[in-house]
């Protein structure tokens, strides 16, 4: 789920819980907890709403001075949605930091933190359909930090979404880290890394 960066303070000082979205499907679930700039959201209702039925006390909750405002930002580039149409109400809060912030800087890993983390990627690797990827891409980010994903995906002989999903599953575990461009290892990536091929 993505916020503009004007809406990121609203969003942590709690001030802006709620958005309106025009998904064709809803992109969230009750209760899950989505991470934004920094950020762990928990969604705490979705529903459906016709816009014709949108007031001016829903502006202010969704980070918009006014109704027009908020109607303005709904139809994007695009025409203002008509009264009938169907818009997603995502009412939701600020959790609190994103969790893999802590989680990435961790980086005095007990011998059992290696064994649990050397498990974990041994389990994404036998659900690959295309073989052990796991400590390659921690190698090859390691060695090009900032590196934009198309060059590591090439490099790699993989399809650059794939190839994203992977780093993405890999950040989950506080191990890698985005850039502007790019990726890192974090000192948790660093540290296991560093164990794995020590020993």
Request: charged residues 30%; proline residues 5%; hydrophobic residues 40%.
């Amino acid at each position: 789920m993505l916020f503009s960066a004007e809406s990121w303070p609203g969003l942590a000082d709690g001030s802006i819980t709620r958005t309106f979205r025009r998904w064709r499907r809803a992109q969230v679930r009750e209760g899950g907890r989505y991470r934004v700039a920094g950020l762990l959201l928990e969604v705490d209702a979705v529903c459906r709403v016709r816009v014709g039925d949108l007031t001016e006390a829903d502006a202010a909750p969704a980070g918009e001075p006014s109704r027009d405002a908020l109607l303005a930002r709904l139809a994007g580039r695009g025409e203002v949605p008509g009264p009938d149409e169907q818009v997603w109400r995502v009412d939701l809060h600020c959790v609190g930091p994103d969790d893999r912030i802590a989680l990435r800087e961790a980086e005095d890993l007990a011998p059992d933190d290696v064994e649990s983390l050397r498990a974990r990627l041994d389990r994404l690797d036998r659900a690959s359909s295309y073989g052990p990827w796991t400590r390659a891409v921690l190698r090859q980010v390691a060695r090009q930090p900032g590196v934009v994903s198309t060059v590591l995906a090439a490099e790699a002989g993989r399809e650059r979404q794939s190839y994203k999903a992977d780093v993405r599953k890999l950040k989950g575990l506080g191990l890698t880290e985005s850039l502007q461009v790019g990726y890192r290892l974090s000192p948790r990536g660093a540290a296991l890394l560093a164990a794995l091929e020590n020993g």
